[in-house]
T-cell receptor
Framework: AQSVTQLGSHVSVSEGALVLLRCNYS??????LFWYVQYPNQGLQLLLK??????LVKGINGFEAEFKKSETSFHLTKPSAHMSDAAEYFC?????????????FGTGTRLTIIP | ETGVTQTPRHLVMGMTNKKSLKCEQH?????MYWYKQSAKKPLELMFV???????ENNSVPSRFSPECPNSSHLFLHLHTLQPEDSALYLC??????????????FGPGTRLLVL
């Protein structure tokens, strides 16, 4: 079975500072990894995903994440935080299961941007 | 109208009421999902439909009854709910199931309060 752990349910950073949201996964087979963002009163929106190939994945709004197999991690980063980045961020993992694939989500990290 | 829409956005109901949540996707997708989002818990997958057939039911109580009349519409019928069922109910769609790199597109959710 797969699982996802997001370290830190709340993260605060100053506007212009580096954003780092941590995600570790557990999977017995090669995973596909996702980051979704949820703005207030909205559904989840895909930020980026890792499937195969290049381990550094670039997404929307200047976010990127790096798949590190040796560390079983898929941390999300952004060099310079903007006020509009305030939202909740969810890491998710999916593995191939012969047509029964499904996403397993972490508990989420709420990002607050300090002016 | 584009994307995934859900109605109503907010719902308050008593434990003896019967109500229905509606989801519509305008993306031409073949798969649709219901999730439950509760505070401080990972998203819980409730039901998955592929081409109008239910392919997954994650041990959801029978007081939740899904219906998928066609690939664009998904309903969740509610009856004799409990206060612990209060949550945000999210609908999502994807092109297909069975492809574990699939991106899921989420609606804004229905905020349900059971009194």
């Amino acid at each position: 079975a797969q699982s996802v752990t997001q370290l830190g349910s709340h993260v605060s950073v100053s506007e212009g500072a580096l954003v780092l949201l941590r995600c570790n996964y557990s999977s017995s087979v090669p995973p596909y990894l996702f980051w979704y963002v949820q703005y207030p009163n909205q559904g989840l929106q895909l930020l980026l995903k890792y499937t195969t190939g290049a381990t550094l994945v670039k997404g929307i709004n200047g976010f990127e994440a790096e798949f590190k197999k040796s560390e079983t991690s898929f941390h999300l980063t952004k060099p310079s935080a903007h006020m509009s980045d305030a939202a909740e961020y969810f890491c998710a993992v999916s593995i191939s299961n012969f047509g029964n694939e499904k996403l397993t989500f972490g508990t989420g990290t709420r990002l607050t941007i300090i002016p | 109208e584009t994307g995934v829409t859900q109605t109503p956005r907010h719902l308050v109901m008593g434990m003896t009421n019967k109500k229905s949540l509606k989801c519509e996707q305008h993306l031409g997708h073949n798969a649709m999902y219901w999730y439950k989002q509760s505070a401080k818990k990972p998203l819980e997958l409730m039901f998955v439909y592929s081409l109008e057939e239910r392919v997954e039911n994650n041990s959801v109580p029978s007081r939740f009854s899904p219906e998928c009349p066609n690939s664009s519409h998904l309903f969740l019928h509610l009856h004799t709910l409990q206060p612990e069922d209060s949550a945000l109910y999210l609908c999502a769609s994807s092109q297909d199931t069975g492809q574990h790199a699939e991106t899921q597109y989420f609606g804004p959710g229905t905020r349900l309060l059971v009194l």
